[in-house]
Structure formats: structure tokens, C-alpha cells
């Protein structure tokens, strides 16, 4: 039997661009009981900031956890690239989580840098997001923030046997969710640990401190809570009426009554030259006079809407182990949602895996099965002695 490692895809791409493994290495998710969208919005930065004995290392985890977004791989390689081993290091957390074992290795990762490593909660701080949090010696939440943990979560497939085997491993991972969260000086017993994963419990910053997830609590000018998350919540069992609040306090500020003069667009020459910087920099210098024809240098807005596109669509590409198809697919002017669906098709077209499914159709709008059904008439009729 198989199982689809899922992650934030509910489509059948994920499957393409996922692939199938065995039951026994499924992908363990620590997040709501519903596969939500790919968060497009999110971004992931680690940069070294100041010099000499000011210097510290800042890393950004604005978004998911794990294979659509930050996966343990690239945080582990990127901060060994910057990290001397004596600067201070600070995580700054947004994020409604993704895939469990993804964050325990961030988590680790974290651990072992010990006192000089301090995590910031600046906005959500769901599942693996918190297990992350609670590698780091010290954590700071934003007095507008949320945390929240929860039980870890998966999809499988198979007989009741494989079954029995996932939900052994469900409850080895929630014992690594316990043992991680058990590295903070919490306030709270081991059991009523348990008790508060199990019920999915959301901490305010006051609440999450109490607690002894949070060391302090900070007030002031800090990044707003994201109102991209407030789909997120709908996904949960038991989201606080708080956790509504606080997206709500933190809508956008009114427009103005009046906007301000628009600043004069550049002229076609400077457009030309800011495009060639940009695909110099992303790595795709080669499409450069692509993008200029589909861009038609009509202003920077459209310039700089092209270039994302080209690199939406150049990841994607990569992503799915077919980056020749990127130069082809970014000339022909697909954005990112079509160019899934072209490397959907070449993915499964390629795949020596196939799932079987011999479920009845769930809709009339669902195409009826091709294959012969089997007819229990002709079976008997074929072990019946022939006569001599």
C-alpha cells in the first residue's frame, strides 16, 4: 500500500510533485485537519546584520513549514553559511506551521546554538511554527501574537494493518512534540502537557507565558499580526474568539481621502536596464529580452509583476525536477497556477508509480470507471468441469 505525502496541496499536483512513498515513511503534518492552500505570500530570509561585537545574525520564518516552504535542509545550510559560532542569532516567527519533522529539526538546530539564540513571535505561531519556538534559549511573543499546539496529523492509505502502523507512529510523534516542547522551562506537569495538545489549546502572549513558553512579552512598534492567517483559523478545532480579535484589531489602515501625486514613471531606457538588473540577480539573465516584449516596458509595476512571474514559474520548474521546461514555459506568458498544471501532466506522464483507486465514482459530475467490471457469472462458468 501507499501513501500520498500531502503537504499544503490539496490538488492532485501535490501527488505529482510530491510522489508517492510506503506507508512506512509517511509525512507527518502538525497542522489543522484540512489541507489548506499553498501560502504564496510567504518569505524566508537569514542575513548577517551589523559588525564586529554588534553583529547578530537575523533569520525570518514568515511562512510554511517544510516541503512547499521552509524546509529544515535550507535553514540548516543557510545559517551554517553565516554563522561564526559566537554572534547572537534571533528567529522572528510568522507562521501557521507545515510539516512536523521539518520543525523538530529546526528545533534542534536552534538548541544547539544555546544561550545566544533568541526566537520572536511577531505574529502566528501554530503548530510546528511553536515546536521551532521552543528550540530557541529564549522566546519573546509580541503582545498581539498567538501560539497554538495541537496534535500532529497525517493522510494514509492501506489496510487496517498499515492503519494500525500509522497510528503507532501518530503516537511516537506526538511523544517528539511533548519531549520538544519539555526543552522550555514550562510551569505546566507533563500531563497536562499532554491534556493541552490534545485539545489543541491557542495561548495569548500573557496565557503563553504563564505557561512557560514565552520568557517575555513585548510591547510596541512591532510587525502586525498577518491577516493573511485568518483563513487559517477556519482549519482549526477550537480557535479563541480572541484569535478572531486580534485579526480583526489589526485590519489595514483606511485609505487616505485623497491619494498622494504618483510618482512620474521612468523612461523605457531605465525600465530596460532595472528588468536586466532583476534577472541578473534571480538567475535568469537568458530571459531577459522575453521578458522586456512581455512586459512592454509599460511601467515599473509591470516590469517588476513579470519578473516575479518568471520566477514563480523558473521555482515551480525546479521544484517538480523539470527545470529545462522553465525558459519555454515563462516565454509562452503562463503564471504560476498554469505552469502547475503543465508540470502536472509531464510529472504524472513520467511517473512509473500509480496509484490504484477502485472506489465508485463520489459524483455524477465524476467520469465513469473504464475498466470491465467483474462479472462473478463468468468466473463460475469457468471452473465448472467441462463435459466430455
Not at 266 to 273: E, Q, R, V
Amino acid at each position: 500500500m501507499n501513501v500520498i505525502r500531502k503537504h499544503w496541496l490539496s490538488t492532485a499536483l501535490a501527488v505529482a510533485l510530491q510522489g508517492i512513498c510506503t506507508l512506512a515513511n509517511p509525512r507527518i503534518l502538525n497542522r489543522g485537519g484540512s489541507a489548506p492552500e499553498v501560502q504564496a505570500e510567504h518569505w524566508y530570509s537569514i542575513r548577517a546584520a551589523g559588525e564586529g561585537a554588534d553583529k547578530a545574525i537575523e533569520i525570518y520564518v514568515y511562512g510554511e513549514i517544510g516541503y512547499w516552504g521552509i524546509t529544515s535542509a535550507d535553514f540548516i545550510r543557510d545559517l551554517q553559511a553565516l554563522d561564526d559560532g559566537t554572534s547572537p542569532v534571533v528567529v522572528a516567527i510568522d507562521s501557521i506551521g507545515g510539516d512536523l519533522f521539518d520543525g523538530i529539526a529546526i528545533h534542534n538546530t536552534l538548541n544547539r546554538l544555546g544561550e545566544r539564540c533568541t526566537a520572536r513571535i511577531d505574529g502566528a505561531c501554530y503548530s510546528a511554527a511553536s515546536i521551532i519556538a521552543a528550540g530557541a534559549h529564549r522566546v519573546e511573543m509580541a503582545d498581539n501574537a498567538l501560539l497554538m499546539i495541537h496534535n500532529p496529523w497525517t493522510f494514509a492509505a492501506g489496510d487496517s494493518a498499515d492503519l494500525r502502523k500509522v497510528a503507532d507512529m501518530m503516537d511516537k510523534a506526538f511523544d517528539g512534540i511533548v519531549a520538544s516542547y519539555q526543552h522550555r522551562p514550562l510551569t505546566i506537569e507533563d500531563t497536562d502537557l499532554r491534556r493541552l495538545i490534545n485539545e489543541e489549546t491557542w495561548f495569548t502572549a500573557g496565557e503563553a507565558k504563564d505557561a512557560g513558553f514565552v520568557d517575555e512579552v513585548l510591547t510596541g512598534d512591532y510587525p502586525k499580526f498577518s491577516n493573511s492567517h485568518g483563513k487559517i483559523l477556519n482549519r482549526y478545532q477550537h480557535p479563541p474568539q480572541a484569535a478572531h480579535d486580534l485579526l480583526a484589531s489589526n485590519e489595514p489602515d483606511p485609505e487616505p481621502e485623497s491619494d498622494p501625486e504618483p510618482e512620474p514613471e521612468p523612461d523605457t531606457a531605465t525600465l530596460a536596464k532595472e528588468l536586466a538588473d532583476a534577472c541578473q540577480a534571480a538567475g535568469l539573465a537568458n530571459l531577459t529580452s522575453v521578458l522586456i516584449l512581455s512586459s512592454g516596458l509599460k511601467s515599473r509595476a509591470a516590469v517588476q509583476a513579470e519578473v516575479v512571474r518568471a520566477k514563480a514559474v523558473r521555482d515551480l520548474c525546479v521544484l517538480a525536477k523539470l527545470p529545462g521546461e522553465a525558459e519555454q514555459l515563462i516565454t509562452d506568458g503562463l503564471n504560476a497556477d498554469a505552469a502547475r498544471v503543465k508540470l502536472f501532466d509531464k510529472v504524472v506522464a513520467s511517473t512509473s508509480q500509480v496509484e490504484i483507486d477502485n472506489k465508485p465514482p463520489l459524483s455524477e459530475t465524476q467520469p465513469a470507471p473504464t475498466a470491465k467490471a467483474v462479472d462473478p457469472g463468468d468466473i463460475y462458468a469457468s471452473r465448472k468441469p467441462k463435459s466430455s
